[in-house]
């Protein structure tokens, strides 16, 4: 390839047009390129979702769950079926293999679904499917404050929205807090009794009245005219004004009969903000979405420029707070990416002004900047985004790329301080180097490309990894052997070093290095008890650094977590709190954030956990609380959240759980047991017991046991033989029951603005005239529901037998088998993996399962576990690769072997970095790992390239002389590349947590290699 390089050297102006035509093109499409908060993993999942209001867990479970899991269990590619089966809610997740195709999968599980439809329950809705998308969380949390009434906030909700969703690459917009209008028609099931009506004709007489049809056309006069009958209610006002016809023939009013109200629906949500520490006030929080492969940061601007125009029309009187804005949390990571890059830059270039003068430092230093702006046309065109991940990769980068810069500065410097022509030494250093660098550049990529194959979502979320890495270091080496000789010919001077000083220091330094080091090797290469006990020094050190983690002096970690701009608080109440006494326990927590430093605002939801937990829930017993910290904080939030923990330590109103955002892709719980079995009420009880010892082990926090917050319920059983007697169905009596407990929607209004949703429901609370509180009442006046039969008026409570019982909360599946899950998070400071042992430990001698209950432990361990394996498979095969380049380009196994050999000993380097540190071995320090492997094998191909080149020249020589040569010549590149490369990963360990495991194992292991 030396003619492509020379024709750059020769064609010299074509070669500046068009290396500056990249440059400029690469910066245009850095601020062209997609940017998102995380990465957009795409596996193969669907959910089927299904909603039966009003029915219990084992109602949902029994008509609806196993029906479609039944239907969907021999589905093409299926690997894993799980479900969840709660109060009026069916959740079906259906994963298929890794290698399916999304669009595919997702069309079959749909017509299975489809299939199954007529088979589901007549009062349930119709089942949705739909992708799973593992970073569907909102990229925007705002919230609206305002003293308007229920209503016209509810107005207020519904507009923001519709403006909001119109926003260009806005997905959905979900409004909590507010509830939207509502015709409530309570009946006096007094009033049904005296005129010997029912429910049901209440709900046919309002659907009768609102009805509108077209009914053809008449010609008159040569002239067509369309017929359309209009029949719609448009008013709630009318609702009052419906007729019934009684059997006795007479005709009454709704009005007579029923309480109609133009309100709002009940409270299923409630929102609140509280800023700067003052009082919470009534809100309503907007949780803004966007579409697949939309720039969050364009996203984030328009939401924000919407949100300006708005202030001064339909938000004029309220206020907005944006507690979350993931599009400058994106940019705070671009800036900090930013200074890290000059910071590195100007420290490369120090520290190569120091030894090999100024004018080549800035020369090798441009290898950065330039290497990045060529390699941002390769991500865009690959279809590649800047998230979270591809900046840690442009990081990663960051401690390769210099190294191919270097060594071509150094070696043409050389030359020209020898007395060559700029373009002598150019095409002299291209000759000797250009193949060894490709070859290390080679290698290196090799190591990266197996990355590609790791397989789940584990997979997929490190994908743009390899893709980074490779485009970077394919432009390095463009950079290192087309524009860095192009800048040496035009800038740098032929002769002597520079006189004065610096330039007399440089050469001392540089000589008095060569000295010490050719002193040393040769004494070091003379005594063969030397070479023994270095052996076995080396052997001894890698076995004791492997060793560590195992042991568990090294801690072990998927991602570090790092510091947060916002922390969440869930609460949890029992099964059956309503949505008003959590409401009062939200309050009590509120007051306890009011004096809390470092907290900028935050906002109250009650009816769900966060959006953020992972496995969000949503129900009146639930409620949250997301706390945006101040940007200059005394604490972090990793201290905070420590702090939060210890304040709500002893509240004992519910359940409180403080966490902040998982780092990395999602793991679930680091501890994870689960039960399988038929009987509910034996693995609720194996369940809680477990509970009690994992509570009991010290470093875990929030430990949740399925079924240990399920409620009671009255269960009302039919007396069949009096159903027959009088002539009654079961469906009928249901129908009944729902419509005065729960309601039943009877028709709906259309408005140009909305549908406004008329209920009818019985008055079960007769002491109140409020809806709200209808079934706010005792078992006693459900059994006074009026029933018609042919016999007459009965009352509910004579056919029934009713009977208190426990209430599931919710039936969990897995492959169709039930389970019910204990997880716990872990202190910073406890090893999951011990945790997990000990609990397996206690649990064997102190419990017994019961039979037919099987038990099994996962977690967050399981699959760390399964992701380092692929990791290290990932390693091994990226070695094999390695190695069939460097005999490929040395044609020798021996010299292969040799090469390689300095990889795995600097994992002695690592460990023992990272164990001086304190630092875990995580998924940002085993790719440290893989990069450090291709800074250490160039280097070790550019010395074994340069040995063979001398020997050929030298071929009588004697061998160990040319040898010491050799490394002493190599000495200077060798030292700026260690020095230039751990010097600019110095600033990535104050960037942030995550980065400073990947930092230290470059450093640490490159310094080990060097001594190699």
Known sequence: MYPIWNFFLHRRHFSFLLFGALALWGLFLAFAINKE???????????????????????????????????????????????????GVSTIVAEFSANADIEESLRDLRDEVDKIKPELPDDGNEPTVAELNFVDQPVLIIAISTDAPLQRFAELGESLKSELQGVKGVSRVEILGVRQREVQVVVR????????????????????????????????????????????????????????????GSTVYLRDIAVVSDGVEGATSLSRLSSAGAPSEQALSVNVYKNRGADVTRVSKDIRAKLTDLQNSLLKDSSVAVALDSGELVKDDLGNLTRSGLITVSLVILCLILTIGWREAIIAGLAVPLSFLIAFIGLYYSGNSINFVSLFSLILAVGILVDAGIVMTEAMVVRLRRGMTQMTAAQITLREFAWPLIAGTTTTIAVFVPLFFISGVVGQFISSIPFTIIFVLIAAQIVALAIIPLLVITFSQSGAPGSGRLGDIQAKSVQWARDWYRSRLERALSSSRFGKWFLIGIVLAFIVALMLPIVGIVKVEFFPVEDSDFVFINLELPEGTTLFETDLVMRSIEEKLYGEQDIENFITTVGGTSAFSGSPENGERFGNVLLLLLKDRNRTSGELLSDLRQKFALFDKGVVRIAEPQGGPPVGAPILIKFFGDDLGELSEIAVRAKGILEDIPGTI????????????????????????????????????RTAVYGTEATSIRTLRDDIRVVVRGNLNTETANSDLANHTTIDSVKQIPLSTPRGEVLLGSVLHITLEKATQSIAHEDRKRVISLTSQVLADANVRDTTNLFVSRFESELELPAGVSMNVGGENEEVDESFKEMFYALIAGIFLMFGIVVLAFNSLRLGWYTLLTVPLTMIGVIGGLFLTQKPVSFPSLLGIVALAGVVINNAIILVDSFLHRLRENLQGDYKKILVETAVNRLRPILLTTITTVVGMIPLIFTAAIWAPLAYTIMFGLLFATVL
Not at 49 to 67: C, D, H, Q, R, W
Not at 209 to 235: Q, W
């Open 37 to 87: 908060s995380a990465p957009e993993v795409q596996i193969p999942i669907g959910i089927v979702m299904t909603i039966f209001p009003g029915a219990s867990a084992e109602e949902v479970e029994k008509l609806i769950t196993n029906k479609i899991e039944q239907q969907i269990a021999n589905l093409t590619n299926l690997s894993k079926l799980t479900s969840n089966s709660s109060e």
């Open 189 to 248: 099931k007094e009033e049904l009794v005296r005129h010997n009506l029912t429910f049901n004709d209440v709900i046919s007489a309002i659907r009768n009245s609102n009805a509108s049809a077209p009914a053809g056309s008449i010609v008159t006069g040569n002239i067509e005219y369309g017929l359309r009958f209009a029949g719609d209610i448009t008013d709630p006002s009318e609702i009052a004004g419906i007729t019934l016809r009684t059997p006795a």
């Open 702 to 737: 929030d430990v949740e046991a399925g079924g240990e917050n399920d409620g009671l319920e009255f269960v009302l059983t039919a007396d069949h033989a009096k159903f027959a007697e009088l002539g009654l169905t079961s469906a009928s009596v249901a129908g009944t029951l």
